[in-house]
């Protein structure tokens, strides 16, 4: 299939541009027409899109909700955006737009991808009868969506596997690994380390980000070695895993640092000497290789989309899922080498450069979707 109008769907409009911008910069470099959806799309956000070369569409869509008319809208919307539109390919990234744009894209007699991401909560172990329906009516909706796809694309092995197990992927030569979403080699550059042990968590400030585990692990630490200094980054969340603001206080009296939402994470990744994310899972944490991109160790855990990002011993230090005592060891270990703490990180650079810089998962990624060989040289 010859790709020249495609179109992407995201339920969260900035990360059209955090996220997806450079693939939107070179699918429009190769001449392809791009089309973007998104909830809530700010006027500086619309400016930002356009100048890269996208077509800006707004839907309704309510990200975290549950409700089934408020999706049946979302999807009711996306058929009039591909009606009128007329794209090649529907892509979509996270839940409601894998589900509903492929779902929408099927039913205009349209061909469509997935971007899996993450699994997230809906993958997780449920707690309640009601958190059991959900996810078992989650669970069929994504088998009625990728079987309805081309192509499921996936950020590590173990979420293929899962998908394919919970039934949700029936075809599995569908699925295709990308290295994440890329990091800018050029934008995250390498920064010189500080002298002294700084420890960096990033991220929203939730419980499956492995967060208390960090704030327990770092205050103990802080007893122990009170030059060390500990940086949380990120804003509160609104999900039912987010942490309290009660919770924050204490960390904050207890020593930690809290710079609340940054708008250019190249500022905290300079502060920092090691990063720390000891998150359950994820698709392919960017922060780790944003970090690791600025030549700095990390601490993450051996939990499916962590662990592919470090390599134990020489870009940073793998730990077991929800262990402080190992997160713990970990950072005391990196605390007083700093030989150590600078070998992992230009370890951690060279892979980056490698395996993850931006242009070379663009290219993977419309390889995968037809249009990588019409990339200009």
């Known amino acids: ?41 700010a006027p500086d956000l619309r400016a930002q899109l356009s100048a890269l070369g996208a077509e800006v569409y707004e839907v309704p869509l309510q990200r975290t909700g549950q409700n089934p008319l408020a999706d049946r809208k979302y999807y009711s919307a996306l058929r009039r955006t591909i009606a009128r539109t007329q794209p090649d390919l529907v892509l979509g990234y996270t839940i409601k737009p894998n589900i509903w744009g492929s779902l929408a894209a099927r039913a205009e007699g349209v061909a469509s991808a997935s971007m899996v991401t993450g699994l997230g909560h809906m993958f997780a172990q449920p707690a309640s009868l009601r958190a059991k329906v959900t996810a078992r009516a989650v669970r069929w909706l994504l088998a009625r969506a ?20 919970q039934g949700c992927l029936e075809d599995g030569a569908k699925a295709h690994r990308v290295h994440g ?23 929203r400030l939730l419980a499956d980000k492995g967060l208390r585990e960090f704030a327990k692990a770092a205050l103990a630490l802080k007893a122990k070695r009170p030059e060390c200094r500990f940086i949380i980054a990120g804003d509160l969340d609104e999900a039912p895993s987010s942490i309290t603001r009660e919770e924050l206080d204490q960390w904050i009296a207890g020593g930690i640092e809290w710079l609340g939402w940054v708008e250019d994470m190249r500022q905290a990744y ?3 000497s090691v990063f720390v994310l000891p998150s359950y899972r994820e698709g392919t944490p960017r922060t780790v290789l944003e970090a690791a ?5 990390v601490i993450t855990t051996d939990a499916p989309g962590c662990r592919e990002t470090v390599v134990h011993e020489q870009t940073g230090l793998l730990v077991p899922l929800r262990d402080a005592r ?24 060279a892979m980056i450069e490698q395996h993850y810089e931006v242009s070379t998962v663009n290219r993977e990624v419309m390889d995968i979707l037809g249009i990588s060989q019409k990339l200009r040289p």
């Open 146 to 165: 990728t079987s309805a796809n081309d192509a499921v694309i996936f950020q590590n092995p173990d979420d293929i596997a899962e998908f394919i197990a």
């Open 1 to 41: 299939m010859m790709v020249s109008r495609i179109m992407l769907n995201a339920s969260y409009a900035p990360s059209l541009v955090n996220f997806r911008g450079p693939l939107i910069r070179d699918m429009a470099a190769a001449g392809v027409e791009v089309v973007v959806t998104a909830p809530a799309i």
């Open 270 to 272: 300079a502060k920092a």
């Open 181 to 203: 979403s890329g990091v800018d080699c050029h934008h995250f550059a390498p920064v010189l380390l500080p002298d002294a042990p700084v420890f960096l968590f990033a991220g």
């Open 326 to 349: 190992a997160i713990h060891t970990a950072m005391d270990a990196l605390a007083h080498d700093h030989a150590r703490r600078a070998a992992y990180g230009m370890a951690g650079r």
């Open 293 to 297: 991109a600025m030549g700095r160790a």
